[in-house]
């Protein structure tokens, strides 16, 4: 559907379980963002594959207008949660890219579904918390030590408390589970990465035939450098 501009027209949904934002037809692409976000983080991407693909950026688990409910508020809930919205909206199978916190989630989900994955981009992922560098994530562990000090009192250290777990104690995935991953696979990251180098290369070698491809920037080329980040991504998504 277009709008009056004759652009892609972008439909927005709210069920009992997630709020989603849908642009475009065709074969389904689900974008998965990362802690702390919303599916705006991929407007760029939303606009640019929509061109090719049925798009639809996900707000996660207590994430942006997507209820928390009273699932556990962990990696493989949410994994569990994405299983439950494809079933929900009739999707088989799907190009599933997910960006930090969504790329841990799109991981996990095909390590334990991989016949509902069709490609796989796992943007600035990591399999542990120690795949963060130290001088990034040690301010996230003070802050989650302060955060959990004050939550019983207050509900914003509630919250941060819970969004900074996620940092601190997930995702926890071995290496070698990866090799139950099928999907055809791109593992992308900035050259200047909150992810250590070393470990984006480790999760590249340890999926199936995984292609590794790296970007000038930070933790966040798909939104600070949307041209580079949409190029390497169509380039991996039309290569048969």
Do not use: C, W
């Amino acid at each position: 559907m277009k709008d009056d501009n004759g652009n892609n027209e972008v439909r927005e949904y709210m069920d009992i379980r997630h709020f989603y934002r849908e642009a475009g037809s065709g074969k389904p692409m689900i974008l998965l963002h990362g802690n702390g976000e919303n599916g705006d983080y991929f407007v760029n991407q939303l606009a640019f594959f929509s061109a090719t693909h049925r798009v639809i950026a996900l707000d996660t688990r207590g994430h942006g207008k997507t209820e928390l409910g009273n699932a556990p508020f962990t990696i493989r809930q949410f994994a569990r949660d994405l299983l439950g919205f494809m079933n929900e909206i009739g999707i088989d199978k799907a190009d599933i890219l997910g960006f930090s916190d969504g790329g841990n989630i799109a991981m996990v989900f095909a390590m334990l579904h991989p016949e509902r994955v069709d490609r796989l981009i796992l943007n600035g992922a990591n399999l542990n918390p120690g795949g963060v560098k130290r001088r990034v994530q040690i301010p996230i562990e003070i802050g989650y030590r302060i955060a959990r000090a004050f939550s019983k009192r207050s509900p914003s250290a509630r919250d941060s408390a819970r969004m900074l777990g996620l940092m601190v104690n997930e995702p926890n995935v071995r290496p070698d589970e990866l090799s139950a991953i099928r999907a055809r696979t791109l593992v992308i990251a900035g050259t200047k990465d909150m992810i250590k180098d070393s470990h984006t290369r480790l999760i590249a070698r340890s999926i199936p035939s995984a292609e590794l491809a790296l970007i000038e920037g930070d933790h966040f080329i798909a939104k600070k450098r949307p041209l580079a980040f949409n190029k390497a991504v169509s380039a991996f998504l039309e290569n048969e």
